[in-house]
């Protein structure tokens, strides 16, 4: 796990805390308020009034052999199995709600998702959500261009979808990710990471994978660009000398 999957997973385990802490502070207070009023109504001892929580029938049983308020004792021990039992199912909502609630969420965001880009057809797969792709994912949508987005951090993969776009979560390096995001299908594919080599393996599996898609990749310098195109690129692009030629074309 990376480390900001760590600190994600780390902040979701302290919010489960923090939503259980009422439902078992209720539960917790139940239990005590139990016990009290079965030691000063019933006048037994905290191990008795304990095995009442645990089994009231055994109240019924205690009073046949004793004398004592069994009436008050059994009417209070209605109010406790009934503080008990909502608590109980409060505790119970909150895990699952916490647990399960946003895993099914996403899952079905996942589906209907997968099931968009399977319906894709002359769009562009960009592979990498940092602030090249983004940037170049924004521009595509404006201009009405379907985009596919295949990133694996967790939190591009988050923002991405936030912004709107149909996302594929794993390493564009290799196959399974590209067919998810339908290569055969897409018009072009953009390898957008801030790395030269895996932008070059992206060119590599993707030329493999659909030999007549557009590859545009990205570089570091200049000096990558017969590297790039050995592998398959029809473009290369160096943002820093596009950068540097807008500043040009400005002044």
């Not at 005590?32 to 055994?58: C, E, R």
């Not at 503080?83 to 895990?95: D, I, M, R, S």
């Not at 998810?180 to 070059?200: F, G, P």
């Not at 393996?201 to 007549?212: E, G, N, R, S």
Request: charged share 20%; with cysteine.
């Amino acid at each position: 796990m990376n480390p900001v999957s760590g600190l994600l997973a780390a902040f979701r385990r302290r919010s489960l805390l923090r939503s259980l802490l009422r439902p078992l502070l209720a539960f917790a207070f139940v239990v005590v308020a139990g016990v009290v009023g079965f030691t000063t109504l019933g006048g037994v001892g905290v191990i008795d009034a304990l095995f009442w929580l645990l089994d009231p029938t055994s109240i019924e049983l205690y009073f046949q052999e004793h004398a004592g308020p069994a009436t008050v004792v059994k009417a209070y021990a209605i109010v406790v199995l009934s503080g008990l039992v909502v608590a109980g199912l409060w505790t119970g909502e909150t895990v699952f709600s916490a647990v399960f609630g946003g895993r099914l969420s996403t899952e079905v965001t996942r589906m209907h998702m997968n099931q968009q880009i399977n319906d894709q057809t002359d769009h562009v797969v960009i592979c990498g959500y940092g602030t090249f792709g983004k940037t170049i994912a924004a521009r595509l949508r404006e201009s009405d261009t379907s985009v596919v987005v295949v990133e694996r951090g967790d939190v591009q993969y988050d923002r991405a979808i936030e912004d709107g776009h149909l996302v594929v979560q794993g390493d564009a390096r290799y196959e399974e990710p590209l067919e998810e995001a339908r290569i055969k299908q897409a018009a072009t594919i953009i390898a957008a990471i801030d790395d030269t080599n895996a932008n070059v393996k992206i060119a590599v599996t993707a030329t493999q994978l659909a030999p007549t898609v557009r590859v545009v990749v990205r570089a570091g310098d200049l000096m990558d660009e017969a590297v790039a195109r050995r592998v398959g690129a029809d473009e290369v692009i160096v943002p820093e000398v596009v950068s540097a030629e807008r500043v040009v074309s400005k002044l």
